[in-house]
């Protein structure tokens, strides 16, 4: 073989080499490229999910705060039933001058006494699960709860003891035990704190 021809071939495969190379740099380019495409895809399919799951749980503590507000209207209701109606029978004991009418003993055989603390106990377990699942959503609503406890026990004691009859012949204990605690372990329930 000649040089020219030897030439020649050295040209052609110098010439192949650097379409191979070229090649091979436009391979890894494009291998470069799909390797940020797929961290972009991996980065936007964990946003996506991100925010799935963010609007999954603000559901779920809207659905919590719904329920929450549900059971305190139907606990309430419940409240003001007992109220109305020990109301109305104190003020029927004392129209007929009845002195031994107790209105401590009338609520705890009051039918809807257990009901209404057993509401009373859905309202704080309600309180609780929001508090775990939405935490920064309770802090903005605890107060409501010592609202709900002092207002629904400010009724109930209010019926209890509507004279103020065991504040005048007994201590404060007796009291606690004939309308606070003492109610709750009357119908066999815990209250919930």
């Not at 940020?36 to 999910?49: C, G, I, M, P, Q």
Request: with cysteine; charged share 25%; aromatic share 6%.
């Amino acid at each position: 073989q000649t040089v020219a021809a030897l030439e020649t071939q050295r040209a052609v495969v110098q010439s192949a080499q650097e379409k191979l190379n070229a090649q091979i740099v436009k391979a890894q380019d494009a291998s470069t490229k799909a390797q940020e495409l797929r961290a972009a895809a991996t980065a936007a399919d964990s946003k996506y999910h991100e925010a799935v799951s963010s609007h999954q749980a603000k559901k779920a503590c809207r659905g919590l705060i719904e329920s929450i507000i549900k059971s305190v209207t139907t606990y309430y209701d419940n409240v003001d039933i007992l109220y109305n109606d020990l109301s109305a029978r104190y003020d029927q004991a004392e129209e007929q001058g009845d002195t031994n009418y107790k209105p401590w003993e009338q609520i705890r055989s009051h039918k809807e006494l257990k009901p209404v603390l057993s509401k009373y106990n859905s309202v704080v377990l309600s309180y609780k699960t929001l508090g775990a699942q939405c935490p920064d959503i309770y802090k903005k609503v605890v107060g409501t709860i010592v609202e709900v406890k002092t207002n629904s026990q400010e009724q109930i004691r209010a019926v209890c003891d509507p004279a103020d009859q065991l504040k005048e012949m007994a201590d404060s204990s007796q009291v606690v035990k004939l309308c606070g605690t003492g109610l709750w372990l009357s119908v066999g329930l815990e209250e919930q704190k």
